[in-house]
Nanobody, 124 residues
Framework: QVQLMESGGGLVQPGGSLRLSCVVS??????????MAWYRQTPGKQRELVAM??????NYADSVKGRFTISRDNAKNTVYLQMNSLKPEDSAVYYC?????????????????WGQGTQVTVSS
């Protein structure tokens, strides 16, 4: 069983800040987490990559560079997204994503997993 649990969304005024968290829980197997990322989606649009952290490097969508920061606490299997200088166009459901390698009894594989999403609304 793999679960990704997001938290930290909510309503914030333009120019404000929010910090999203995503905790990965895995049961029934040994595991390692490869890339972790945040995506967002608004109604009628495709889900888009916001930020990714993998192998010590990070990547950001052009629209959030300089305002958002992704970070990982590998000891806690947690990824964060610090969002500053928020704009109304940042409003969306934000999803956590993780590429996780699992193994048990000599059998293993890598899968791509999603959280349930957390709503971020930027409005005055």
């Amino acid at each position: 069983q793999v679960q990704l649990m997001e938290s930290g969304g909510g309503l914030v005024q333009p120019g404000g800040s929010l910090r999203l968290s995503c905790v990965v829980s895995v049961s029934g197997s040994s595991f390692s987490i490869n890339a972790m990322a945040w995506y967002r989606q608004t109604p009628g649009k495709q889900r888009e990559l916001v930020a990714m952290a993998s192998g010590g490097s990070t990547n950001y969508a052009d629209s959030v560079k300089g305002r958002f920061t992704i970070s990982r606490d590998n000891a806690k299997n947690t990824v964060y997204l610090q969002m500053n200088s928020l704009k109304p166009e940042d409003s969306a459901v934000y999803y956590c994503n993780a590429a996780i390698r699992r193994w048990s009894g000599g059998i293993g594989g890598t899968g791509n997993y999603w959280g349930q999403g957390t709503q971020v609304t930027v409005s005055s």
